[in-house]
């Protein structure tokens, strides 16, 4: 794989982004994110770590999004990897440097843990673009921090620095060494009854595909819009975009 590392240390797999220098997500990334998942899903493998240095994922690579008006290709791709992540039967832990926004923030919550550096920021700001989150945002956010919190994030595009994202409940853990903790927790949790802990996440679970398929249709909606061009050509072209409601 070229933009993601896979290794196993004991029973616990480690997935590692590659693509410097801040891990914008591509199609490309997301489908071997993909097929790290699929690796993972070993039995002997009984918990992973997802990490990604000096960035965790600073979000979607703009330029390929800016190529693919007209599709949903990199959402559709970085949708099914979260998934992936989220319906493995094990724990899973975000290790999180640096920048997790849009799609990074989107992948992190599909682990069932999140462990924050003390300088990381967490944010969705796909609404300054034009758009909205299309790989799960608007429905994992709201059942991690609440409706009323998840709307504002959403709503504003704001970046989250990692106290905050502790009280909000995004974070799990803000630690000085975040890998180390990390690896930590998931050798004692990969000594557990993993059985339990698959059950458990099925039934946490339980109702939540439907919402994804209104977020997926809503997605293409506005990314199908003069507003979301717009919006991807000034952040291209560094300036304030000038949305017109179309």
């Known amino acids: 794989m070229q933009f993601v590392e896979y290794s196993v240390d004991g029973s616990v797999g480690v997935v590692r982004l590659n ?21 993972a899903a070993d039995p002997s493998v009984r918990a992973l770590v997802v990490t990604g240095s000096p960035h965790f994922a600073a979000g979607a690579d703009i330029k390929e999004f800016q190529a693919s008006f007209g ?18 039967a094990k724990p899973t832990i975000a290790a999180i440097r640096g920048f997790a926004l849009g799609g990074g923030l989107e992948l992190a919550m599909g682990a069932d843990f999140r462990y924050l550096a003390e300088d990381a920021k ?3 700001p796909e609404i300054l673009l034009g758009i909205i989150p299309g790989a799960g945002g608007t429905q994992r956010l709201p059942r991690l921090i609440g409706y009323r919190a998840a709307r504002d994030l ?44 698959g059950a458990a996440k099925v039934a946490l679970r339980a109702g ?28 291209i072209e560094k300036r304030q975009a000038d949305f017109q409601g179309r």
């Open 208 to 235: 939540f595909d439907e919402g994804l398929g209104v977020e997926r249709e809503e997605f293409t909606r506005t990314f199908g819009s003069e507003d979301a061009r717009e919006g991807v050509q000034a952040f």
């Open 122 to 124: 967490v944010g969705q």
């Open 154 to 197: 959403i709503l504003t595009g704001r970046h989250v620095p990692a106290q905050e994202a502790l009280e909000l409940g995004i974070a799990d853990r803000v630690v000085d060494d975040v890998l180390d903790a990390a690896m930590e927790d998931a050798r004692r949790w990969a000594s557990g009854a993993t059985v339990a802990y």
């Open 19 to 39: 693509r410097p220098p801040v891990n914008a997500l591509s199609a490309a990334l997301a489908s071997e994110l993909l097929e790290a998942f699929g690796r």
């Open 71 to 88: 599709s949903t290709g990199i959402a559709s791709e970085l949708a099914e990897a979260v998934l992936a992540l989220e319906e493995l």
